[in-house]
T-cell receptor, first 113, second 114 residues
Framework: NAGVMQNPRHLVRRRGQEARLRCSPMKGHSHVYWYRQLPEEGLKFMVYLQKENIIDESGMPKERFSAEFPKEGPSILRIQQVVRGDSAAYFC???????????FGNGTRLTVT | AQSVTQLDSQVPVFEEAPVELRCNYSSSVSVYLFWYVQYPNQGLQLLLKYLSGSTLVKGINGFEAEFNKSQTSFHLRKPSVHISDTAEYFCAVSLTQGAQKLVFGQGTRLTINP
């Protein structure tokens, strides 16, 4: 049973470009979370999704950031018009049930030049 | 709102020595408590968690933590560390109801020296 798969592992974008980060949860997991880790900081919650629904996006910046978890395919975190401050590691986690343990992916490290 | 403070940003320890990584939290409601480990360029792996019951929690890789409600602490300990324990350690809390919106501390970098 493969773990949480995130791709790409590393992503370099110039200021103003779009970044698309993908997350395939573990098999049988329908709850997906996105966290962001800025340099020298802990992880910060961004958004929680269940299949086709955004349940809680209280940690998402109000502009340029969006997330989806379609019925088929991976969850996508999309950042439009990236800025240098978006450089961070973005981690996805999934769980089978609401209170089941979270399993984290290895993250996508976004660098904005 | 909840918050987590890890009192040490870096902890250097010699191999086979004991180690304690300190974590204090703040919350006006009951929380669950967690310790995660992050090896270089990897995701987080759950070491242990406290949900209820016995305040001494045993986890993987020989780690344990003790929940102290009066001091709002959840310190992580290991009696004898190995080189392979070199990693970043994160303490986290979540509410006992609803989604698992973990609130993380800033992390403690544990470096094991031979």
């Amino acid at each position: 049973n493969a773990g949480v798969m995130q791709n790409p592992r590393h992503l370099v974008r110039r200021r103003g470009q779009e970044a698309r980060l993908r997350c395939s949860p573990m098999k049988g997991h329908s709850h997906v979370y996105w966290y962001r880790q800025l340099p020298e900081e802990g992880l910060k919650f961004m958004v929680y999704l269940q299949k086709e629904n955004i349940i809680d996006e209280s940690g998402m910046p109000k502009e340029r950031f969006s997330a989806e978890f379609p019925k088929e395919g991976p969850s996508i975190l999309r950042i439009q018009q990236v800025v240098r401050g978006d450089s961070a590691a973005y981690f996805c986690a999934s769980s089978r049930e609401l209170t089941s343990p979270l399993h984290f992916g290895n993250g996508t490290r976004l660098t904005v030049t | 709102a909840q918050s987590v403070t890890q009192l040490d940003s870096q902890v250097p320890v010699f191999e086979e020595a004991p180690v304690e990584l300190r974590c204090n939290y703040s919350s006006s409601v009951s929380v669950y408590l967690f310790w995660y480990v992050q090896y270089p360029n990897q995701g987080l792996q759950l070491l242990l968690k406290y949900l209820s019951g016995s305040t001494l929690v045993k986890g993987i890789n020989g780690f344990e933590a003790e929940f102290n409600k009066s001091q709002t602490s959840f310190h992580l300990r290991k009696p004898s560390v190995h080189i392979s324990d070199t990693a970043e350690y994160f303490c986290a809390v979540s509410l006992t109801q609803g989604a698992q919106k973990l609130v993380f501390g800033q992390g403690t970098r544990l470096t094991i020296n031979p």
